[in-house]
């Protein structure tokens, strides 16, 4: 044939021997290789294309010489397929092909020939390039019932189809219909079935051929085929790889193989063949691809298809095709939630681990290994499964692996997540160093917003746990937190996932510090303001400011940075949303700890949605504990107080403490918060009254009487209420006093419940029938207690002082208090805190109304409480309720003889001079001191000490500088008269000026029956001295003493007094022209008419008329 190229018979002839020859044996088709036997066959048919029989026989030889009819080794065929292109003998067949359209044969041989040669890679693009794969689709189209045409051509389209520009080249030429055709034209060949399945499987690699073969009606003709033969082990496997590659990412053709009843013969493949490597790897790849979709999932499920995957990864371990796709399918399978039961009551999780585990080196096995693992552990049972089978560990493995594998990091960070909603998982994945790879996937790709999402996911879940917050902080996994946070701004996932976790780390105290350090506390609030409208953002953004809030530089961080508006927004904006409002209502009650933030809270309206909040949802307990809770630090600050009011805030905390009796948070927090808003509000405290206020402070006090915290704000409520008069009369009324010694008595030692107790008990005894029922409560028992049980507890001892202060105003509350040993304490209190202004004056107070009893006076004595009083006022110059009370305590106490004596062995006299001088414009100190003086001055020795001490000017400074005021007339009257006994006071008084003061006060109060007495009196004493008739005289004073008696006949000590100054007036001549000349013999002569029983009367008016009458 070589040696006579052009001779047509000898080439005829010798192509149908080496047909003939090549056909008998594989050592004949060696032989004629080695004397390159397949070159001149191709030659011929170059050399005679128009020679038919030359084409045919030369067609059946290279189809031998190709691997056709015996040789069926790939790798024979590959060779074969080399040395034909390299003769050029590609194009050679192609040609024949198309020169010979109407030749069954030559069109059957040559299809065979690509067919072989195909297999070869670079063949198949040699195929596409001399434009082969036209005549394929045209024999196939042109002989539609010829079954060898269509079996040569859907094998040649299967090899010719794996290469991906022939899938696009096969599609433009209509290629993918005649196969189709082919399947439905002749459903019992099995050849054209597995062949169709095989060639529709490879080009179903490409996208759109996908779509097309779905167009032309070609899944059905698979399924038929995998139906028709269910035996067939090959038309099963590429049923199941052709129904895989067409159902990949392609939601469409997922559903219309669902709806050819589609997934019901790849199940049957594989379990009829469950030893069948191939059809088992399909088969999981099938189901994988079609699980995409919702419906077929579910489909999977109730086909009993989620059992062989499971059977196939278990009888295949080793096989990692299989174990990858079978991860693949479970994954998705497993979006489901009955299917992720379904898979764990099969034990199918087993099988993901042991795979995970059998291949650490397999990238595609790990990352659908956790893409399962994660999908399955929404489950909570499967969470304890995958723990229990000991499958956290390789996930954790995995990322840990292949720290640049992103598909990896995602699925791990996703499956750590899931997992992570098991408190013993989030335990286990803490021991197994599972937080760190989390952290590190964060930081290595910070540009994948996948993995952010569930790496912030996955440590917010984590933070639950005490121990993973500290472990967080410690990997440094905050910050990728918040870069994540920063990075993703629009990501409202990211968003929300972040602020979750940073509000779960930041409930440990040095995670809430790293996050202000980080910079962490303003993403969240630009989250919030970004994303007004997503309530999970806005949720767990108000979550995470209200726990990072605790720390108070953080407090002041929020409001630097704007952060508190958002959290009012966010409660406006979801008004009914009982989450949002609950943690908005903690967040602002936790930022209000800082003073400043309160005042911003009210500036930025934000009172208000926490009170609308309460009436919006009057039954949640959390909402109700948190929103008193919140206005109880709210205020704290006056105006918000007034603002609180205003926008009708008291009532629902008042609902709040009626409506939930037996909870003792809200009754807490309640009593607490009534006691802010009324501590220095008047109208607060009537407009508690009026909301019926008072009554649920008691009712909490008396339900929990163990509670020491609700006594104590429930006592200093109270205290802070009953500053209002009418208050005080409802505590009583209410039966609230009683709770309030109760709770003294039933917690001696907590010194809170004492001093709010004593505090308490002071305001409201300011009303006279609230000391009677105190007493008769045995209140006053626990205040002498409290402050004997603390006495270095000046709080105690200053309210304690006072309250008894205010409860002796009651006579026999005075008696009680001496009877119980309780004016000991008070002198206690006072020498112990010297230098405590409010206890000395509180002390002074007490001792003071106290000592209207005569018995209590010299109790004080010989409990050594004068020298106290003393010390105070010394210590003390410029108090001047100090001075006041002091005055007036050494003024009661001045009326036993012998505490006279004692208060000037005591240098007590000065004092109240001084303090006389020090206040000439305090008419109480004035009148205190000119009482006190008056009863000082009923000593001999103490009317010198009070000249000495130069006391008698400040009472005369006193009367003149008060002429109206009644008492220090009457005081100061009487002082001069005890005064003026003494010889040197006497003439000490009219150099002084003090003689025109009395007569002035008797001339401005003619009708007081007090001054008159004590005026004449004085004037009495005074005129005993010689100098001083006469200047009483000049200075009109008989004219007073005489108006007096007349004004008063029936007053027997005006009578007396009047008589015994007239008597001593007239020992001057003058006077007595003047006495005379005033109609002054008049009076006498009636008093002693009217008194002729009064020795006195009848005494002085005789030696008055003798006086009179020898003029």
Do not use: H
Request: charge should be neutral; aromatic fraction near 6%.
């Amino acid at each position: 044939m070589n040696k006579f190229p052009n001779n047509e018979i000898i080439q005829e002839n010798g192509c149908f021997i080496l047909q003939k020859f090549a056909k008998e044996n594989e050592e004949n088709q060696i032989e004629i290789k080695k004397f390159n036997g397949i070159e001149p066959l191709i030659n011929v048919m170059n050399n005679f294309p128009n020679n038919e029989d030359i084409q045919i026989k030369a067609s059946e030889a290279l189809l031998i010489f190709s691997g056709g009819l015996k040789t069926e080794e790939i790798e024979n065929r590959k060779l074969q397929g080399i040395e034909i292109s390299k003769l050029n003998g590609i194009k050679t067949i192609i040609n024949t092909i198309n020169n010979y359209p109407n030749n069954q044969i030559i069109q059957e041989k040559s299809i065979s020939i690509l067919t072989n040669i195909a297999i070869n890679s670079e063949n198949k693009i040699e195929i596409r390039n001399l434009k082969g794969i036209e005549p394929i689709i045209k024999s196939m189209n042109n002989f539609p019932n010829n079954e060898d045409i269509q079996e040569k051509g859907c094998g040649a389209l299967i090899n010719i189809a794996v290469d991906n520009e022939n899938n696009i080249e096969i599609r433009n030429l209509k290629g993918i219909e005649p196969i189709i055709k082919s399947m439905n034209n002749f459903p019992n060949n099995e050849d054209i079935q597995y062949k169709g399945c095989g060639a529709l499987w490879n080009i179903a690699a490409d996208n759109e051929n996908k779509i097309e073969i779905r167009n032309l009606k070609g899944i059905e003709p698979i399924i038929k085929s995998m139906n028709n033969f269910p035996n067939n082990q090959v038309i099963q496997e590429k049923g199941c790889g052709a129904l895989s590659n067409i159902a990949a990412f392609n939601n469409e053709n997922q559903i219309e193989i669902r709806n050819l009843k589609g997934i019901e013969p790849i199940i049957k493949a594989m379990n009829n063949f469950p030893n069948n490597e191939d059809i088992q790897k399909q088969g999981c790849w099938a189901l994988n691809n079609l699980s995409f979709n919702k419906e077929n999932r579910i489909e999977i499920r109730n086909l009993k298809g989620i059992e062989p995957i499971i059977k196939s990864m278990n009888n295949f371990p080793n096989n990692e095709d299989i174990q990858y796709r079978g991860c693949g399918a479970l994954g998705f399978i497993a979006i489901d939630n009955e299917n992720k039961i379904e898979i764990r009551n099969l034990k199918g999780i087993e099988p993901i681990i042991k795979s995970m585990n059998n291949f650490p080196n397999n990238q595609d096995i790990q990352k659908q290994g956790c893409r399962a693992l994660s999908n399955i552990a929404v489950d909570n049972e499967n969470r304890i499964e995958i723990r229990n089978l000991k499958g956290i560990e390789p996930i954790i493995k995995s990322m840990n692996n292949f720290p640049n594998n992103q598909d990896i990091q995602k699925q791990g960070c996703w499956a750590l997540n899931n997992l992570s909603f098991n408190e013993e998982n989030q335990i286990e994945i803490r021991n197994l160093k599972g937080i760190e790879p989390i952290i590190k996937s964060m930081n290595n790709f910070p540009n994948n917003e996948d993995i952010q999402k569930q790496g912030c996911w996955a440590l917010n879940n984590l933070s639950f746990n005490e121990e993973n917050r500290i472990e967080i902080r410690n990997l440094k996994g905050i910050e990728p937190i918040i870069k994540s946070m920063n990075n993703f701004p629009n990501n409202e996932d990211i968003q929300y996932r972040g602020c979750g976790a940073l509000g779960f780390i930041a409930i440990d105290n040095e995670n809430k510090i790293e996050i202000r350090n980080l910079k962490g506390i303003e993403p969240i609030i630009k989250s919030m303001n970004n994303f007004p409208n997503n309530e999970d953002i806005q949720k767990y953004g108000c979550w995470a400011l209200l726990n990072i809030a605790v720390d108070n530089e953080n407090n002041i961080e929020i409001r630097n940075l704007k952060g508190i508006e958002p959290i009012i927004k966010a409660m406006n904006n979801f008004p009914n949303n009982e989450n949002i409002q609950y943690k908005g209502c903690r967040a602002l009650k936790n930022i209000a700890v800082d003073n400043e933030n309160n005042i911003e809270i009210r500036n930025l309206k934000g009172i208000e949605p926490i009170i609308k909040s309460m009436n919006n949802f009057p039954n949640n307990q959390d909402i109700q504990y948190k929103g008193c809770r919140a206005l109880k630090n709210i205020a704290v600050d006056n105006e918000n107080q007034i603002e609180i009011r205003n926008l009708k805030g008291i009532e629902p905390i008042i609902k709040s403490m009626n409506n939930f009796p037996n909870n003792q948070d809200i009754q807490k927090q309640g009593c607490w918060a009534l006691k802010n808003i009324a501590a220095f509000n008047n109208e607060n405290k009537i407009e508690i009254r009026n909301l019926k206020g008072i009554e649920p402070i008691i009712k909490s006090m008396n339900n929990f009487p163990n509670n020491q915290d609700i006594q104590k704000q429930g006592c200093w409520a109270l205290l802070n209420i009953a500053a209002d008069n009418e208050n005080k009369i409802e505590i009583r009324n209410l039966k609230g006093i009683e709770p309030i010694i109760k709770s003294m008595n039933n917690f001696p030692n907590n010194q809170d419940i004492q001093k709010q107790g004593c505090w308490a008990l002071l305001n409201i005894a300011a009303d006279n029938e609230n000391q009677i029922e105190i007493r008769n409560l045995k209140g006053i028992e626990p205040i002498i207690k409290a402050m004997n049980n603390f006495p270095n507890n000046q709080d105690i001892q200053k309210y304690g002082c006072g309250a008894l202060s205010n409860i002796a105003v009651d006579k026999e509350n005075e008696i009680e208090i001496r009877n119980l040993k309780g004016i000991e304490p008070i002198i206690k209190s006072m020498n112990n805190f010297p230098n405590n202004q409010d206890i000395q004056y509180k002390g002074c107070w007490a001792l003071n109304n106290l000592s209207f009893n005569k018995e209590n006076q010299i109790e004080i004595r010989n409990l050594k409480g004068i020298e106290p009083i003393i010390k105070a006022m010394n210590n003390f110059p410029n108090n001047q309720d100090i001075q006041k009370y002091g005055c007036w305590a050494l003024s009661n106490i001045a009326v036993d003889k012998e505490n006279e004596i004692e208060i000037r062995n005591l240098k007590g006299i000065e004092p109240i001079i001084k303090s006389m001088n020090n206040f000439p414009n305090n008419q109480d100190i004035q009148y205190k001191g000119c009482w006190a003086l008056n009863n000082l001055s009923f000593n001999k020795e103490n009317k010198i000490e009070i000249r000495n001490l130069k006391g008698i000017e400040p009472i005369i400074k006193s009367m003149n500088n008060f002429p109206n005021n009644q008492d220090i007339q009457k005081y100061g009257c009487g002082a001069l008269l005890n005064i003026a006994i003494d010889e040197e006071n006497k003439i000490e008084i009219r150099n002084l000026k003090g003689i025109e003061p009395i007569i002035k006060s008797m001339d401005n109060f003619p009708n007081n029956k007090d001054i008159q007495e004590k005026g004449c009196w004085a004037l009495s004493n005074i005129a005993v001295n010689k100098e001083n008739k006469i200047e009483i005289r000049n200075l009109k004073g008989i004219e007073p003493i005489i108006k007096s008696m007349n004004n008063f006949p029936n007053n027997q000590d005006i009578q007396k007094q009047g008589c015994w100054a007239l008597n001593n007036l007239s020992f001057n001549e003058e006077n007595k022209i003047e006495i005379r000349n005033l109609k002054g013999i008049e009076p006498i002569i009636k008093s002693m008419n009217n008194f002729p029983n009064n020795q006195d009367i009848q005494e002085k008016g005789k030696w008055a008329l003798e006086k009179l009458q020898n003029n």
